[in-house]
């Protein structure tokens, strides 16, 4: 039986299907998260938890994790604010994070497109498609949503996310900065958003990210709606 990789508990009727999948491009912490965790045991063993509050299973540690608490402020700029309380409201449980890969590293290493078009590593990702049928995925990671569109992939993300309904773009913003593209894919059954790596991508701001907030927040709404959430 497959074992699903994610970061979160599964809360049924929430994140178990149609819910927002975080998806990275692999596990693992920056250098530094990572000797901290290791300097720190566990709060908790396997206790319920949301993405927004992983102090509850690993301790107050888990609120300098880089990665994680970029996201959830972008969340609180796209005008969705993320609790940290407990196991969060019906929203919070909602959230899923995975990533595509099931392997571990502080970093990328090699060639992105061979790694994530690996046999393997499409096989686990599609699995937990067909597993959790998101209606709205986050990507972390600006090659993702372009390595989706592979014939390797696509076809098969297609088989549960439903046909194209809107093709990819990208879309930029004026910025006194760095720019990043955020990419836009929509899907019958699903729809994807694809953002710059959120601890590793140079340059870039929170301002920046900021610009998309209307856009993003509407998708936000719109899944609310959907899942019949105030």
């Avoid at 067909?130 to 297609?158: D, T």
């Amino acid at each position: 039986m497959f074992e699903p990789n994610i970061a979160n508990s599964v809360f049924p009727g929430f994140n178990d299907a149609q819910g927002i999948m975080l998806c990275g491009y692999e596990w693992g912490f920056s250098k530094s998260d990572q000797d901290s965790l290791q300097t720190n045991e566990r709060k908790r063993s396997g206790v319920s938890h949301v993405f927004s509050n992983k102090a509850a299973e690993y301790g107050e540690i888990a609120n300098s994790w880089k990665y994680d608490q970029r996201i959830i402020y972008w969340f609180e700029l796209f005008g969705h604010k993320l609790s940290k309380k407990d196991t969060g409201g019906s929203f919070e449980k909602c959230l899923l994070q995975t990533n595509w890969c099931d392997t571990q590293s502080n970093k990328m290493e090699g060639d992105y497109w061979s790694k994530l078009l690996d046999p393997s590593q499409v096989d686990n990702f599609i699995a937990h498609i067909e597993m959790f049928k998101p209606r709205l995925i986050f990507f972390f990671g600006s090659q993702i949503i372009r390595i989706l569109q592979s014939e390797k992939v696509l076809p098969r993300f297609i088989e549960t996310a439903g046909a194209v309904t809107e093709p990819l773009s990208f879309q930029t913003k004026q910025f006194d900065g760095r720019v990043f593209n955020i990419g836009f894919q929509g899907f019958e059954n699903c729809k994807t958003v694809c953002f710059p790596h959120p601890s590793g991508s140079h340059g870039l701001s929170d301002d920046y990210i900021k610009l998309f907030s209307t856009k993003i927040g509407n998708l936000l709404q719109e899944f609310k709606e959907f899942k019949g959430l105030s």
